[in-house]
Every structure is written in C-alpha cells, then in structure tokens.
C-alpha cells in the first residue's frame, strides 16, 4: 500500500505520470478507467428473497415441527380425517419466515448508502482546460480543484492549499475542520486525522481552495476500505436467536426421546401401530411450543412500536432486545456524547483572569472588548428571520459569534457600524487572521486573533481594566498559567488583540498591521458534552454497563470529556490508536476491560475494540455517526447510529437510529429491551410449562395405557389459540421497579435457567397431573370422548387462571394491579370465549371431537383449573418459586 502522504509532489506526479498545469489528456483518462475502474464502490452480491426466506426454517424448532406436519398428513390421509393440523402447522411457519425475511431485506442497505454520498460533479484538469465532470469518471492522475463547499471526490494528495479546511468529522471523528498543507509527512503509522496533505472522500472544504491529484478512487479510498469491512463483517446472532435456537435443539431432542418412550410402550402393551403413532405425533405437537416463534416476534415488533414514541428507530426486531442484554457500550465522541458544536466557554483577561461564561449574564468591560474583536474577526455568517438566527462557517468562528449573541453584541450590527475596510486573511504560517474596521471620529481599529504565542510576538501592551499599558515579564507569566490551566481543560483557545490606527491604507502590509499591539485576553472553547449524556452514562454504570469512549479526536480531549461524562474514571487508561496498533490482539484481550477511552483511532481499530470485547463473551454496543462508525456498527452486537447528524452510511449499518441524537435514549432503549426480555420470558414460562402440562398428560396416560387424552387438533388449538394470546398480552407488562439496578444478564445463560426450568416443571406437572385427573374421571364415567373434552377445558382454564401467576416470581398476583395489564384481561376473555365456542357449537365441537359436558362436569373442570393459582402462591410465600442462584 502506498502511503503518499510520506512522499514529495513531484515523486508522485512523476509515479503516476501526470502533469500538474495539463492534467491528463482524454486518451490517458480512457486507459486508466479501463484499468482501474469506475470511481464508485462496489457492492457485493445481494442474497435474493426467496433465499431469505428459505433460511428461516433452518432452525431446529421448525424442523421437527416440519416433520410432525409430515407425519400427522400422512395420518391424517390414512386415517380419512384430512390435512387439517397439516396445513395449520405450516400456516404458521410460513407466516413466520415472511415476517422474518421482510426485515432482513429492509436491512441490508448500507452499501447503497456509501454509493450515494459521493459528489456528482467535480472540477478537474484535464488536456491543458479546467472543466467540471461526473465524479464516477476520476481516475488516479486526474488534477482536482477544491474550493469551499465542495465534497472531496476521490483521496487526493494535495500540492496547493490555501487557508484551506476540510471537516473529515464522519472519517476521523475530530470536531474542528482540519487544516491542510502540502508538505510530506516523513513518519510512520501516520493516524487518518494526522495526514494533513491528504484529501480524503466525503469530507467537506469548509474554507480556502486548493489542488491536489488523486491518487486512489472507487474501493481503494478510505471510504472504499470501510465499505471492504462492511462486506467482510459478519452478522453476529443476537442473544435472543441464541437461546430460541438453544431452547429448540433441547424440546427436539426430548421430543425424539418421549416420542420413542411412548412408541416402545404403545408396542409392549400391543397397541395397533397406527394408533401408537398418532399418540406419538400427539406428543410432538404437545412439546414443541408452536406459537413460540410467532410470539416472540410480535412481542419484539410491539417493544418496536413503544421505542418509535421513545425516539429510537429498531432497524432489525431483535435488537432492541439485544440492547437489554447489552454489558459494554462503546460510544462515539463527537455529536454522541457531545453537542458536536463548538461553543465558548471561558474567558481571560488581565483583570479577570479565567471566567466560566456559562455562568455570566453580563460582561466587564475587558471581556466586551475581547468578544467584540472576536466577532468582529470573523468570516462566518449570521442569518435572522423573525424566530430563529443562524450562523454558518468554520466551527470555530460560528462558536464566536454565538458567544457574542449571548451577550448582545450582533455581528451583523457591528459590522454595519464598524465597517470592514481591510483584511489579512488567517494562514497556516503567521496562524493569525487580522481585520480594520472603522470606528467614530475617523479612527480604524486593528482586530487580530490567533494562537497565542503568535498574538503575544505582534503584542507590546495590554488590556488592564479599562486602561492600556505596556505588558511585563509578569503578565506574559501570568497570560501563559493560564492558557496551560485553559489546555488541561481540552479548551481550544484563541488570544485576541487590537490597536487602533489613524488612517487605513488598503497598501499597508501585514508587517505594519500586525505590530504594536495590544492584547486583549483570551476565549476558551470546546465541544461540549450532552447535558444529558452526564446523567445517561450515570444510569448506565448503575446498571451494570461499561461504557467506553472511541473516537478520532485528539487524547486529551478525549479525556477531558469523558471524565465530565463519567467514563474515565479512576485507574482507567487512556491509548491512542497508534498505541493501540502496538497491541497484538492477545495483548488487547488482557487490557481491554481497563482501557475507557481511544483516542485518534481508524476504522479498523473499532473493529478490533469490539471483537476484544466480545471475546469476553461480552455484548458490546456501538454508537457513531460518522462512515468511520460503519463497520464496527455492524460488528458490534447491536450498532446504534444518530438520525440527525448521522451519515446515510452509519444509519444503514446500524440496527437502531436515534431520531433524536440523544445519548439518553440509549439507556431508554436498554431499559425497555430488558423489559421485553423479562416479558418474552413470561411468554415462554406461560407456554413451556402449558406445553409441559401436556407432555405429561399424554406420557402418563401412554404409560398407563388409559388411551388418547388429547388429540393433535386439540393440542394445536390449546397451543396456537388458548395459549398464544395471553402469551403476547405478557408483552405488555410493566416493567419492574428495579430494572434498571440489575446487573447484564449472562449472554451465555440463554433462556434455559436453572430457575426457570424448576418452575416450568413443577407448574407443568400440577398443570398436566390435573388434567389427567379430569381426563380419567370422564373416561371412567364415558368413554374416551368425555374424558378429552373434560381435560380439554381443564387445561385451557389451568392455564388461563395460571398465566397471572407470571407477572413476578416472587411477588403474589394478589399485590398486581391486574388494570396496569388491560389486555391480558381482553386476551383471557378473548381465548375462554373462543375455547367456548369450540366446545358448544356443534359444528366445531364435532370437527375437534369433543362432547357436551353438564354443570357437575364444569364444577370438576374449574375446580382443578383454580388449583395451581394456591400452589403458586404458596411455593412463592415459601420462596420456593426461585432458586437460590436467582435471588
């Protein structure tokens, strides 16, 4: 890889064989775009729907249940009854692989993104004549001029630069515009932010002109690198499809294994083979939770709704789920965890010293002098119209204008009194900007600001509580603590000073303007942190989560604002990304839970921070804005971008927009993806335990040889019906007190807890211990079909009553406001009416071959079905209904 920002112009035109005032001819364009391709980035080849869909029946859960839709036609068929349960089952695996393939098409954008940031025209040398061509025509060689405005087309190494600036904020991550120079950089392992003389693609010149030659286009620019890394990154599984593919390898398997147990039995007891398998497929359906995956879907969309009114957008359903289990957020600086503004906030004169001007409503004299020449000059523009004023230009100089706005002074109003007559435009070399401006009396006032060493060499007096004097030894001693003071703050800080002149002559030379001077002070200015952040950073670590600071920007401010923020703390460590590139990935592993803060990194260093992360088996979050953010939002766990300020390019890689850049709205959206986790695991208590009920309704019954309990239409509809609508109305569950005081979960524990088995288990049991009970005294009394109706409203009841048991593990149903879940109550209601009609209109009565049953019948069936509310409530009176690993 060529590093031209190491080598001199002349080598570089001479490498690519180009002449700076000619440009290339037509004929030389046309070969080279031949060899080296369009100046686009290529996308890789999109996966097709129908292969998206496909995909979602890859899952275990969804295999056996495929087979068992195989299995109950085949019976069905033999048996004349039809492809009822067949047809249903598929039903709701087609309905579920739709729905999953729908978001993963919405999702894979990015690259189309990156392919339209790029500037569709661009200003070029070419045959000897500057014209202007499609930005997708640039080849390496090609002469390009830059002027203010302009996006960067292609990485150009520049060998004229004028007081220009680029803002590389989305590839760096720095704050200010960057000013650029011509000259080499003779170093190694040069940060992105630090090669001065390059132009990179996407940045913006903000002020100046210059020209450069291009020297890489299309994939070989920085921004074509990223976009390698987007392609090469891979998707990672989040927890939830984790443990939902975990939880179904485990009931497939005990499906294999109860499904053989009943088959051997069935064939001990002399059982006709075609009845053994009906009892088998019966129980294949009773242990795979069919409405598991559709609910866990829609409690996901349902929590996506909630976020949407929380100002946050969920690209992809599980992830707002995934940001609840999130133990590590790795967070962008600029415009994430600061305002991504620079603003004034400290000044200093003489008799003053350093003042905090957030603090101000009004100024001593000194300070509005010192914010009058500041404002005065300066090249950004201030806009008004009756509600709003604006201000445009550098960073730095709308910060200026901005503080002069707070205290009253307009520099449209000042400009109209003071008029501008002169002006000694800032350069990189005398680092200083100098304007004359009229003033009463036919005096001309001298304005400079700049560095401070070099205001202090132009300076031979100084501003001293209203009077002038000459500056001492003292003060410069004094001038000097305080821009140190000023600096370990992360300030920025610009020193003004004037002098005023008699006469103006537009001849007069920098040498006779810049002299004599006298200084004024000094303004400190920074990026702010977000008000908002402090607080959110707060309740992130009170919860557990580790956040962490990445950024472009230089170390000390890095530090600066992540200790303001609450980030670096105490022991913490602090590297560059030059330090970092020092680190082999064993020695990143063993530091990385130390190191808070990044600082000056590339986009590959974001990457590598998220991957040592997560080889601590830790889910990492990451937020950005920038096209330097993309590829690690799209490694990390969950990638969040910012919907304001946020490039196209962050946005499609993430799987979460924030629409209002709001840092806070993160700890929102954790809190409410730990609210859905705790909610979907309700829902999978509620129906692994209903499934369980019936697992054992029909194992005891195989074993005992007392018939066919329930059949598999009758499953299917207890499964798919009674059960999926109480178990998305525990979607909407509140979320409990103390949410947000617990620690991460562990990403590995999945939903399979020691805990939760015991209480699907016991529950499971009473639930299908009862209906046996049911079952056995309506087949004792008439036959087979008394008992499977008797057991069939047992079991639809018992598990209607017993899904209140779910809204606290520890606390009784009895201290929960059944109001604050409204539509359970209609979901209740809603199942037991159609589990009614089932059960008294004929038609559907004698299509789920079910009986009519007496008021004696119902007595027994509700009796037994209020029976694990007491059990519950004892086993939690005894704490017995959590482990002690749980409390």
């Avoid at 090609?142 to 630069?161: K, Q, S, Y």
């Avoid at 590959?604 to 601590?616: D, G, L, P, T, Y």
């Avoid at 969040?640 to 209002?660: F, N």
């Amino acid at each position: 890889m060529t590093e031209y920002y190491s080598k001199q112009v002349d080598e570089i035109l001479k490498e690519l064989d180009v002449d700076s005032k000619t440009g290339l001819s037509t004929d030389e364009v046309k070969i080279r775009r031949e060899k080296f391709g369009s100046n686009k980035l290529i996308s890789k080849k999109k996966k097709p729907f129908i292969r998206m869909f496909l995909e979602e029946f890859k899952s275990f859960m969804v295999i056996i249940l495929l087979i068992a839709a195989v299995v109950s036609g085949i019976i069905g068929i033999m048996e004349n009854e039809g492809l009822l349960d067949t047809y249903i089952i598929l039903g709701i695996l087609i309905i579920n692989a739709l729905i999953g393939a729908i978001q993963e098409k919405k999702a894979e954008t990015s690259l189309e993104a990156l392919q339209n940031m790029s500037s569709p025209h661009s200003k070029v040398v070419r045959n000897g004549s500057i014209i202007e061509v499609m930005t997708t025509e640039l080849v390496p060689g090609d002469i390009v001029i830059l002027e203010t405005g302009d996006i960067v087309p292609a990485d150009i190494r520049l060998f004229e630069a004028v007081n220009l600036k680029v803002q590389e904020s989305s590839m760096t991550g720095e704050s200010l515009p960057v000013e650029k120079q011509i000259e080499a950089i003779i170093s190694d392992d040069v940060p992105l932010g630090d090669r001065t003389n390059m132009a990179f693609t996407t940045g913006m010149v903000t002020y100046g002109r210059g020209q450069g030659i291009v020297v890489e286009t299309g994939m070989n620019t920085e921004v074509g690198k990223i976009a390698t890394m987007i392609q090469n990154t891979v998707d990672t599984e989040t927890p939830m499809e984790k443990s939902l593919d975990k939880l179904g390898k485990t009931l497939g398997i005990a499906v294999i294994i109860i499904c053989v147990l009943i088959f051997v039995v069935g064939i001990i007891y002399g059982n006709p083979i075609l009845t053994v398998f009906m009892v088998a497929v019966s129980l294949a359906v009773a242990a795979i939770p069919e409405g598991l995956p559709a609910v866990s879907t829609i409690v996901l969309s349902v929590g996506v709704q909630r976020m949407v009114k929380r100002n946050a957008i969920i690209r992809t359903l599980p992830s707002v789920e995934t940001l609840g289990s999130a133990s590590v957020i790795c967070s962008d600086k600029t415009g994430t965890l600061t305002q991504n503004k620079m603003t004034v906030i400290s000044s200093f004169t003489l008799d003053n010293n350093i003042k905090e001007l957030d603090d101000k409503n009004e100024l001593e004299e000194d300070e509005k002098t010192l914010i009058e020449i500041a404002v005065i000059c300066s090249d950004a523009h201030l806009s008004k119209d009756k509600e709003n004023e604006e201000t445009t230009g550098d960073p730095t100089e709308t910060s200026l204008i901005d503080i002069g706005l707070k205290f009253g002074i307009d520099k449209n109003i000042e400009e109209e009194n003071h008029e501008r007559v002169n002006e000694i435009p800032f350069d990189s070399e005398r680092k200083r900007m100098t304007t004359v401006n009229a003033m009463p009396n036919n005096v001309f006032r001298v304005n400079v600001k700049g560095g401070l060493d070099e205001i202090l060499d132009v300076s031979t007096q100084i501003l001293d509580n209203g009077s002038v004097r000459a500056i001492t030894e003292k003060d410069i001693e004094l001038i000097e603590k305080a821009n140190l003071e000023m600096a370990k703050k992360a300030l920025r800080v610009l020193a003004m000073a004037y002098k005023d002149i008699d006469s103006n002559s537009d001849n007069a030379n920098i040498e006779d303007l810049e002299k004599d001077l006298i200084f004024a002070g000094m303004l400190g200015m920074i990026d702010p942190a977000r008000p908002e952040a402090i607080d959110a950073v707060a309740r992130c670590r009170a919860a557990g989560i580790t956040p962490v600071m990445i950024t472009g920007d230089h170390k000390l401010t890095a530090i600066a604002i992540a200790k303001e923020v609450g980030i670096f703390k105490e022991g913490n460590i602090a590297i560059t990304g030059s330090e970092l590139e020092k680190y082999s990935d064993e020695e990143l592993f063993e530091k990385v839970k130390n190191i808070s803060v990044y600082a000056r990194v590339a986009p590959e260093h974001k990457v590598r921070i998220v991957k040592a992360w997560q080889s601590h088996g830790e889910i990492v979050s990451m937020t950005g804005d920038g096209v330097n953010d993309a590829p690690a939002l799209k490694q990390a766990d969950i990638g969040v971008s910012m919907g304001i300020v946020g490039t196209e390019v962050a946005k499609d890689a993430s799987d979460m927009i924030l629409t209002d850049d709001n840092f806070a709205t993160i700890v929102s959206a954790v809190e409410e993806g730990r609210r859905i986790y705790d909610n979907i695991l309700k829902a999978v208590q509620f129906l692994i335990s209903s499934n369980i009920g019936e697992i054992v309704l029909l194992l005891v019954a195989s074993i005992l040889n007392w018939g066919i309990p329930l059949i598999a239409i009758q499953i299917l509809w207890v499964n798919l019906v009674t059960d999926s609508l109480p178990a998305l109305a525990l979607s909407v569950d509140p979320a409990e007190k103390d949410i947000m005081q617990r620690r991460p979960r562990d990403s590995k524990q999945g939903f399979i807890t020691k805990g939760l088995v015991w209480r699907v288990m016991y529950q499971g049991v009473l639930i299908g211990a009862l209906s046996l009970i049911s079952y056995r005294f309506g087949f004792l009394e008439a036959g087979q079909q008394l008992g499977q109706t008797m057991a069939f409203v047992t079991i639809v009841f018992a598990q209607l009553i017993h899904v209140n048991n779910l809204h606290s593990n520890t606390k009784s149903l009895f201290r929960f406001n059944p109001f604050k879940n409204k539509t359970l109550i209609l979901a209740i209601i809603a199942s037991s009416a159609l589990m009614l009609i089932v059960v008294f209109v004929p038609t559907f009565a004698a299509a789920f071959k079910l009986v009519s049953i007496d008021t004696i019948h119902w007595i027994i069936c509700l009796s037994l079905a209020f029976a694990p509310v007491l059990v519950v409530e004892l086993f939690k009176l005894l704490g017995i209904n959590t482990l002690k690993s749980e409390k």
